[in-house]
Protein backbone atom coordinates (compact mmCIF):
# COMPACT_ATOMS: atom_id res chain seq x y z
CA UNK A 1 0.00 0.00 0.00
CA UNK A 2 1.53 3.50 -0.85
CA UNK A 3 0.00 6.51 0.45
CA UNK A 4 0.52 9.81 -0.65
CA UNK A 5 0.05 13.42 0.58
CA UNK A 6 0.35 16.38 -1.04
CA UNK A 7 1.03 20.36 -0.18
CA UNK A 8 1.39 23.80 -1.80
CA UNK A 9 -2.09 24.92 -3.80
CA UNK A 10 -3.72 27.59 -2.44
CA UNK A 11 -5.38 31.03 -4.28
CA UNK A 12 -3.41 33.17 -6.98
CA UNK A 13 -3.84 36.03 -9.66
CA UNK A 14 -3.65 34.82 -13.80
CA UNK A 15 -0.16 34.77 -14.88
CA UNK A 16 1.27 33.90 -11.50
CA UNK A 17 2.86 30.46 -10.29
CA UNK A 18 2.25 27.56 -7.68
CA UNK A 19 4.19 24.42 -7.10
CA UNK A 20 2.37 21.32 -5.58
CA UNK A 21 4.43 18.51 -4.27
CA UNK A 22 3.23 14.86 -3.15
CA UNK A 23 5.14 12.75 -0.70
CA UNK A 24 5.04 8.90 -1.13
CA UNK A 25 5.14 6.63 1.97
CA UNK A 26 4.38 3.25 2.91
CA UNK A 27 5.47 0.46 -0.19
CA UNK A 28 7.68 2.61 -1.54
CA UNK A 29 10.17 0.05 -2.25
CA UNK A 30 7.96 -0.87 -5.54
CA UNK A 31 8.15 1.16 -8.51
CA UNK A 32 5.74 3.44 -9.69
CA UNK A 33 4.49 6.02 -12.19
CA UNK A 34 2.91 9.08 -10.76
CA UNK A 35 0.97 11.54 -12.41
CA UNK A 36 -1.15 14.86 -11.08
CA UNK A 37 -5.19 15.07 -12.18
CA UNK A 38 -7.34 18.01 -11.60
CA UNK A 39 -11.25 18.08 -10.92
CA UNK A 40 -13.32 21.26 -11.71
CA UNK A 41 -16.14 21.51 -10.01
CA UNK A 42 -19.41 19.37 -11.44
CA UNK A 43 -16.51 18.14 -14.30
CA UNK A 44 -14.87 14.86 -14.29
CA UNK A 45 -10.94 14.37 -13.06
CA UNK A 46 -8.64 15.30 -15.73
CA UNK A 47 -5.52 14.18 -16.50
CA UNK A 48 -2.60 16.95 -16.14
CA UNK A 49 0.95 14.98 -16.12
CA UNK A 50 2.59 12.31 -15.85
CA UNK A 51 5.84 10.85 -15.46
CA UNK A 52 7.64 7.58 -15.44
CA UNK A 53 9.28 5.83 -12.47
CA UNK A 54 12.57 6.85 -14.03
CA UNK A 55 11.40 10.11 -14.63
CA UNK A 56 12.59 10.60 -18.28
CA UNK A 57 9.18 9.65 -19.87
CA UNK A 58 6.96 12.73 -19.20
CA UNK A 59 3.51 13.72 -20.29
CA UNK A 60 1.94 16.91 -20.56
CA UNK A 61 -2.41 17.39 -21.60
CA UNK A 62 -2.28 19.57 -23.75
CA UNK A 63 -4.05 22.49 -22.02
CA UNK A 64 -1.31 22.51 -19.93
CA UNK A 65 1.88 22.12 -22.39
CA UNK A 66 4.57 25.05 -22.10
CA UNK A 67 3.28 25.94 -18.98
CA UNK A 68 3.49 23.17 -16.17
CA UNK A 69 6.69 20.96 -15.16
CA UNK A 70 5.93 17.95 -13.72
CA UNK A 71 9.34 16.27 -12.07
CA UNK A 72 10.41 13.97 -9.89
CA UNK A 73 13.07 13.75 -7.08
CA UNK A 74 16.12 11.83 -7.02
CA UNK A 75 14.36 9.57 -4.26
CA UNK A 76 12.02 8.38 -6.80
CA UNK A 77 9.26 8.85 -3.89
CA UNK A 78 8.55 12.40 -4.27
CA UNK A 79 6.90 14.52 -7.31
CA UNK A 80 6.72 18.23 -8.20
CA UNK A 81 4.05 20.43 -10.71
CA UNK A 82 5.61 23.64 -11.08
CA UNK A 83 2.70 25.49 -12.19
CA UNK A 84 3.78 28.58 -14.45
CA UNK A 85 1.39 31.55 -16.03
CA UNK A 86 -1.88 30.13 -14.08
CA UNK A 87 -4.69 30.86 -15.92
CA UNK A 88 -8.54 31.07 -14.43
CA UNK A 89 -9.24 27.77 -16.20
CA UNK A 90 -6.60 26.29 -13.94
CA UNK A 91 -8.86 26.10 -11.33
CA UNK A 92 -9.71 22.86 -9.64
CA UNK A 93 -8.85 20.37 -7.02
CA UNK A 94 -5.32 18.66 -8.36
CA UNK A 95 -4.85 15.34 -7.12
CA UNK A 96 -1.62 13.53 -7.29
CA UNK A 97 -2.02 9.51 -8.11
CA UNK A 98 0.63 6.88 -8.68
CA UNK A 99 0.58 3.56 -10.50
CA UNK A 100 2.04 0.43 -10.21
CA UNK A 101 4.63 -0.05 -12.81
CA UNK A 102 7.19 1.72 -14.79
CA UNK A 103 5.18 3.53 -17.43
CA UNK A 104 3.11 6.47 -17.57
CA UNK A 105 -0.94 6.39 -18.09
CA UNK A 106 -3.53 9.01 -19.03
CA UNK A 107 -6.67 7.63 -17.40
CA UNK A 108 -7.44 7.23 -14.19
CA UNK A 109 -8.71 3.54 -13.81
CA UNK A 110 -5.08 3.16 -14.49
CA UNK A 111 -3.76 4.51 -11.16
CA UNK A 112 -3.52 2.37 -7.74
CA UNK A 113 -3.70 5.04 -4.88
CA UNK A 114 -4.38 8.86 -5.04
CA UNK A 115 -3.60 11.84 -2.89
CA UNK A 116 -6.16 13.81 -0.88
CA UNK A 117 -6.05 16.40 -3.42
CA UNK A 118 -5.46 20.70 -3.13
CA UNK A 119 -7.48 23.32 -3.95
CA UNK A 120 -6.17 25.63 -6.81
CA UNK A 121 -7.79 29.00 -7.63
CA UNK A 122 -6.74 31.85 -10.28
CA UNK A 123 -8.43 34.60 -10.00
CA UNK A 124 -8.36 37.39 -13.38
Known amino acids: QVQLVQSGGGRVQAGNSLTLSCVASGRTSSKYAMAWFRQAPGMERDFVAAVSWSGRNIYYADSVKGRFTVSRADVKNTVYLQMNDLRPEDTAVYHC?????????????????WGQGTQVTVSS
Open 97 to 113: AARNGLAIATETGEYDY
